[in-house]
């Protein structure tokens, strides 16, 4: 199995929007994806609480998939490519990590 981590910290503001509202608009895209994605076998999204230090990240996403190969389709996905480009619009950072286990 693989696992796909990743952290965003978000803007103060960015598409007309808070910071809050545009996590909860990103939570909802990447969890929509669930839907639309065939090779995502499991999927969490999470918003850090709001009072949470400034130097931590705004938002988390797990997936999980059966091969390499799944993930490549999942991120070069029209639907996820779609979410990314929004998330880059609103992002001042982000992290990954991506591993196998068993």
């Keep these: 199995m693989i696992k796909h981590v990743v952290f965003f910290r978000l803007l103060d503001e960015a598409e007309g929007k808070t910071k809050a ?13 669930r839907d639309k994605i065939d ?7 999470g918003i850090n609480i709001p009072n949470a230090p400034r130097t931590d990240y705004d938002l988390c996403l797990t997936c999980t998939f059966d091969r390499w190969e799944d993930l490549d389709t ?3 996905h029209p639907e996820h490519q779609r979410v990314a480009a929004y998330i880059g619009r609103c992002k001042s950072s982000r992290a990954a990590v991506d591993y196998e286990y068993e």
Excluded: K
Excluded at 21 to 33: K, S, Y
């Design 39 to 45: 090779v995502l076998r499991s999927e969490e999204v």
């Design 74 to 76: 999942y991120q070069f």
């Design 21 to 33: 509202e545009n996590a909860r608009l990103i939570r909802d895209g990447l969890l929509a994806l």
